[in-house]
């Protein structure tokens, strides 16, 4: 079993629409949680950090239940340029030894 | 500010040839790190370097070896390449302190053919 696991998609959306992304993480000692953006062909960049409170950038809404070991992100009314592969991270160890697991991601493809 | 670099953008090597990825950050971040990534497998770690002068075996080390020569710079390198190294290798690295210090910064990728 992957330590992370998502959804591979694709996703196929029309622009406007709401869209969510689910992740589960199998170890409980995560301590830190990402999305990820990463276009065609490209390195990954960090799309926003995952707080327990659940958090929001714009149309972009990430939440995480620890106890359901469960991390989503939410995008509202989407748009061509939200087209890429979203990819669920989560960090366990310290600051300075801890490394990062990278589920295979979610592919999204909004269509006009 | 180039962030992190990645050298060389594409390669491909015949069976049993050797090799060394170059990677270098300005950013001073103390951790780095290097990662394949497979169609359908997403990104895996293979080795990272917590700090200058350690190294760590990742989840999928065998075949690879790799050297932190200064807080800059960390080199990848295949001692003989087989079809099965054929990737896109991401090259990495982390602050780790300061309020964006889980923060990982992703080179744009060594696309490596195998032959």
């Known amino acids: 079993r992957k330590e992370v696991e998502q959804d591979p998609g694709p996703f196929n959306v029309p622009e406007g629409a709401t869209v969510a992304f689910n992740c589960t993480y199998s170890?409980?000692?995560?301590?830190?949680f990402f999305w990820y953006r990463q276009d065609c062909r490209k390195e990954p960049k960090l799309l926003m950090s995952?707080?327990?409170s659940g958090n929001e950038d714009g149309r972009f809404t990430a939440q995480l239940n620890r106890a359901s070991q469960y991390i989503s992100l939410l995008i509202r009314d989407s748009k061509l340029s939200d087209s890429a592969t979203y990819l669920c991270v989560v960090m366990h160890g310290s600051s300075n030894t801890g490394k990062l697991i990278f589920g295979q991601g979610t592919t999204l493809q909004v269509k006009p | 500010n180039a962030g992190v670099t990645q050298t060389p953008k594409f390669q491909v090597l015949k069976t049993g040839q050797s090799m060394t990825l170059q990677c270098a950050q300005d950013?001073?971040?103390?951790?780095m790190y290097w990662y394949r990534q497979d169609p359908g497998m997403g990104l895996r770690l293979i080795y990272y370097s917590a700090s200058e002068g350690t190294t760590d075996k990742g989840e999928v080390p065998n075949g690879y070896n790799v050297s932190r020569l200064n807080k800059r710079e960390f080199s990848l390198r295949l001692e003989s390449a087989a079809p099965s190294q054929t990737s896109v290798y991401f090259c990495a690295s982390r602050t780790g302190s300061g309020t964006s210090k889980n923060i990982q910064y992703f080179g744009a990728g060594t696309r490596l053919s195998v032959l």
């Open positions: 950013m001073n971040h103390n951790s």
């Open positions: 170890n409980s000692a995560s301590q830190s």
């Open positions: 995952v707080y327990s």
